[in-house]
């Protein structure tokens, strides 16, 4: 992965923190982005070296083509982008509020279209790249109080693959990876009881999405399916 450009967004959350971490022992060019600028920050100070940091607001079109930008501004390319970024609510279908679906739709599927689409177009120019959606478990099996969450994560699926169609020809690869339950903040306000405890760290996650990064050229890891041995879907 020497001085590939990696574009990590949700850079501060669990995976995206573990996979930032495993990527600063490595020659690549990272690109860090969330939405909390201070939160960015501090992550910056624990890497070695300098990486380019951009607070970005995924659910805004405006600025997640700002961060294309100054990606392109900074380095001339774009070789990955980890989509990490992400939001959960899980609750009985008739407790759902407008809000709810909004708030799922805006985060998981829109955020994560915007991010895909304006990288794809610079991947496509340079006929190369490599898009990397962390779906989760939800966006392939369903779960009781997921209707909104997977409503989206689905969604993501749905035009990843419709998206991977048009560009394997421009030689952009896309992988998917199908995480069960992972011990990350993402879990800090649901109200699901849950045994985080026997949930996947965020390190397996980020390990896996390392190994697709790290496979010969040729090869594409299209889908990751990890989940912990205690809740298993088949």
């Known amino acids: 992965m020497k001085d590939q450009v990696i574009v990590i967004v949700g850079a501060t959350g669990g995976i995206g923190s573990a996979l930032t971490h495993k ?5 690549a060019k990272l690109v860090l982005a969330a939405r909390d600028a201070v939160r960015l920050t501090a992550l910056a100070s624990e890497l070695p070296g300098s990486n ?23 380095f001339g390319q774009i070789d990955v982008l980890v989509n990490a970024a992400g939001a959960g609510i899980l609750k009985p279908y008739n407790n759902l509020e407008p ?3 909004e ?13 895909t689409q304006a990288a794809a177009k610079e991947m496509q120019k340079r006929k190369s790249g490599h898009i990397c959606n962390v779906i989760g478990i939800l966006g392939k099996h369903s779960m009781a109080m997921a209707a909104a969450y997977s409503a989206s994560k689905f969604g993501v699926v749905g035009f990843s693959k419709c998206m991977a169609e048009e560009l394997k020809r ?6 998917l990876f199908y995480f069960g339950g992972v011990d990350s903040p993402f879990w800090d306000n649901v109200s699901l009881k849950v045994d985080r405890k026997k949930m996947l760290s965020p390190e397996t996650a980020a390990n896996a999405i390392f190994f697709a990064l790290s496979a010969e050229p040729q090869a594409v890891p299209m889908e990751i399916n990890i989940q912990p041995d205690n809740h298993l879907f088949f």
């Open 170 to 175: 421009f030689g952009v690869k896309f992988t």
């Open 103 to 115: 708030k799922m739709l805006d985060v998981n599927l829109k955020g994560s279209f915007y991010t």
């Open 52 to 74: 380019l940091t951009v607070p970005c607001d995924i659910t805004d079109p405006q600025q997640v083509d700002a961060l294309i930008e100054k990606v392109i501004a900074e």
């Open 23 to 27: 990527l600063a022992n490595t020659e």
């Open 99 to 101: 809000d709810d679906l």
